[in-house]
């Protein structure tokens, strides 16, 4: 099968290759004109020409003035209340009541058996805390020894 191949039949199938183009050749005439140079839009300055140094001192710098203190001495002020009293939001036999009635909650609580709020806090926090401790420190426990042992384990 190959036998019949017919390498000249196949390259008469073939379209013709485009001609290759034309090489430019770019020299010293054909270059571009160079661009114009920008105009400076500042002047430059000439040190020798432009700085002039004299042998004079400048002028000194007159102090600005002091300002003027005036001491002013004045009485200590007393206070004085005023004249009307202000009136009260509650009456005196309710004010006598909630009075009374501090006195023997301070009395009751600190007076009769000497403890302290602090006391009463860890008495009323002690329930609360061991029913916490119950529920939740078995499962720390072994979480954290399991932890450990682990660690233990991969370390040797």
């Known amino acids: 099968m190959l036998a019949d191949f ?3 039949a196949v390259a008469e199938e073939l379209p013709p290759e485009p001609p290759a183009p034309e090489v430019l050749d770019l020299t010293e005439a054909m ?3 160079p661009a114009p140079s920008p105009v400076p839009s500042f002047r ?4 020798a ?3 002039v140094f ?6 000194p710098v007159p102090p600005p003035p002091e300002p003027v203190l005036r001491m002013i001495e004045e009485p200590p002020r007393q206070y004085a209340p005023p004249a009307t009293p202000d009136p009260a939001l509650i009456s005196a036999s309710t004010a006598a009541a909630v009075d009374r009635a501090f006195n023997s909650l301070a009395h009751t609580v600190l007076g009769n058996n000497a403890r302290t709020l602090e006391d009463l806090v860890k008495e009323m926090l002690r329930p609360m805390l061991k ?3 119950d529920d939740n420190l078995p499962g720390m426990v072994e979480r954290i020894v399991r932890s450990e042992i682990e660690r233990v384990s991969r370390g040797r």
Do not use: H, K, Q
């Open 6 to 8: 017919n390498v000249a």
């Open 31 to 33: 270059a571009a004109p």
């Open 44 to 47: 430059t300055i000439d040190a």
């Open 49 to 51: 020409a432009d700085v």
């Open 54 to 59: 004299t042998d004079r001192a400048p002028e």
């Open 131 to 133: 029913g916490w401790l």
